[in-house]
Each structure stands twice: as structure tokens, then as C-alpha cells.
């Protein structure tokens, strides 16, 4: 079974800090203003094929592909971010960001 996106949002909410539960949620934010303009385009989209529009369904899969290619880019960060304070005070570990991820 594969663990949903909103899943591995809460799993990063453990996963990091109290002072760094801001940027968790940030994301949840922009997961959901994706999925609302997900959401709004699909309408628009109905409303136009039922005044006789035609939809190109090539297009419509890959509006819907970029959004989810949006978010796996969100999530991989985040992993990044994740990892990168886990790892706080190990000198050998190689940041994936190299000015920190302490404001």
C-alpha cells in the first residue's frame, strides 16, 4: 500500500521539530491552493464541453501530471530539509543545503 502525499506530510510533522513545523505547514498550504486550482480547471472545464468546447485530453493530463510533479518536488525537498535536521551537529554528514536550514 503506498502512503498518500498528506500521509508523508504528518510523517514530516514528526519528523521535525517544533521550530520547524512552520515550513510543514507552508506546504500543506500549497498542496492545498494546487488542488483548489486543480479543482477550478477541471469546472471550467466541464462548463466549457457542456457549451460545446472540445477538451483536449492530452493537455488535461499533463496540467494534472505538472501538479503532481509539483508536489513529489515539494515532498523531495522537504525530505532534504528533513534529513539535513536530523543530521545537526554530524560532521560528516553532506548537506543538501549549504546555509543551513536554521533561519
Known sequence: MSITMNEKLELFKSRLGRE???IVKYVEHVFTALD?????HQRENAQLALHGAKIDGKA??????NIRETKRLLLA???????????????????????????
Do not use: C, P, S
Open 20 to 22: 520547524h513545523k512552520d
Open 60 to 65: 488535461e493530463r499533463e496540467y494534472e501530471a
Open 36 to 40: 483548489v486550482k486543480l479543482e477550478l
Open 77 to 103: 525537498v522537504l525530505e532534504q530539509t528533513a534529513q539535513d535536521y536530523e543530521h545537526l551537529g554530524d560532521k560528516h554528514w553532506a548537506k543538501y543545503f549549504r546555509d543551513g536550514i536554521d533561519g
